[in-house]
């Protein structure tokens, strides 16, 4: 008698934390060929109203000064969260950025945010574009208000966090809520792994180059290693970006910048941090006869890559195995209408 | 039974702390001017600083000390210069321990409430980390030359970490005032070339350093 009513509440402990976990993969869907995710859920553990606040200001102008710019104007959904319509970002009243607008996906596994690294935490990441005068040009003191005096933002404040009051902590772990569904893990590239399909014999190829040249930086399966890289670009003269440097001010980081993911990369163009190569042809061709050589060029890129035009195709080939239409067309990312 | 509520009442009574910003021992106020040495008239418009970790030391070393997680002080909002200390009225205390500023841990776990809200003021948005303390105004020379200063200090990444440990010896019981003297902090700052310092690294590590030695606890 003792014993079972000893147990009874250990299988109630082990019934709620398998609840716990189901729970946060239900919502946002963690893919097991993915690694253990950096964000820490237990700050902000998900909830479908939280979520669903979050997709209403990652929509909404209302983050920005003006009330005309909302995050999307920078990541669409229907380019993998980024836009391509410039090279650099295009903000607040016309305003033109320094930086190429990254694409947002699969945030939950990121340990940096920002093409130098100068955000270390997704909660806090979009702080800058609501402040950036180029980009939102507002500040989360100015967004609060607003929210405070919106009735539709009462009501899902209210429902999310059981206070009608918008606060700074509530409002981006919101908007990290809904960034941290954007998880792209159904490409073709997803199902050859989960053993659903084959590659063509072209697409083999490219993926057995890619592995040999490029998989080191891009490594699989986020198609990132989350390191500051010298990928061998000749600075821009007029955006004079020396990237992590500007954060670390240490001098081996000059002119380094983030590995982005190669996840989607055939929507996400213009390439590079400061969107210089309109097309992936164009980045097979830096990669083979277009690198820069400076004291902290990429350890990677130091001996010249040779391919010739038909393994340039392949490559590609395999990079568009990595597009994930279930992600870029999945009505849960979109505006929310209803 | 009236008069024993009452002796209760007293003893429970908590003992609070005080913060002041002083000049040569005058209370400061934003609206006010304060003369220094050479005759250069200084004003303060913002002073705004994180203290974190707080921990008063009682004279009995079995009791645990009273710990306060993180209180932003706040020289225009008369509410953060007088908080609970958790210790009792009577309680003897023999010195503080606080941090100046965030530690790396809360500046790398993502996003808070309260006095670390965002909407408070004193985190960077152009990356990450919050700013240990910000003293701005103005110093106008003898020659009627008129410069500003604006010092928001922070950063927790070696070699610019700034956070500062700070231990204070007390004596004595009853309110406790923790004093701020700017005039000591003026008089060590450089304000010749680093009158605007605004994101981590070196200088404002020793910007930091100076303003740590300039509290003192009655």
Redesign the interface.
Known sequence: MFHHSLKKPIIWVLILISFAFIKVDDIINLPEHFPKPVY?FK??PLTKEKIYLGRNLFYDPILSHDNKVPCENCHSPFTAFTHVDHALSHGIYDSIGTRNSPALMNLAWQKKFMWDG???????QA??P???PAEMGS???EV?TKLRASKKYKDLFYKAFNDSIA????T??AL?QFLLTLVSSGSRYDKFIQGKLKFTEQEENGYKLFKKHCAVCHTEPLFTNGSFENNGLIPDPLLKDSGRIK?S?NPSDAYKFKVPTLRNIEYTFPYMHDGRFKSLGDVMNHYTKGIHHSKTLSAELRNRIVLTSNEKVDIVSFLLTLSDKEFVFNPDHRFPSE | MLFSFCVFGQETTQKDLLFEASWGGRKIHPDSTYTMDKGSVVQFEILKLYLSDIRFLPDDSKRDVSVTKVRLIDLSDSLSLKFKTGLLKNDIVTGVRFLLGIDSLVNVSGVYGGDLDPTKGMYWTWQSGYINFKIEGSIKDVNGRVRSFKWHIGGYQSPGNALQEIELKHNGIGTLKLVLDLEKFMKEADLNTKTNIMSPGVEAVKLAEVLALCFTIH
Not at chain 1, 167 to 170: A, D, H, M, S, V
Request: charged letters at 15%; hydrophobic letters at 45%.
């Open positions: 820490d700050n902000n100068a955000i270390n935490n997704l909660d806090m702080l800058a609501i402040s950036h500040s989360i003191q609060v606060t700074g902590e509530n981006l772990k990290s954060i001010a």
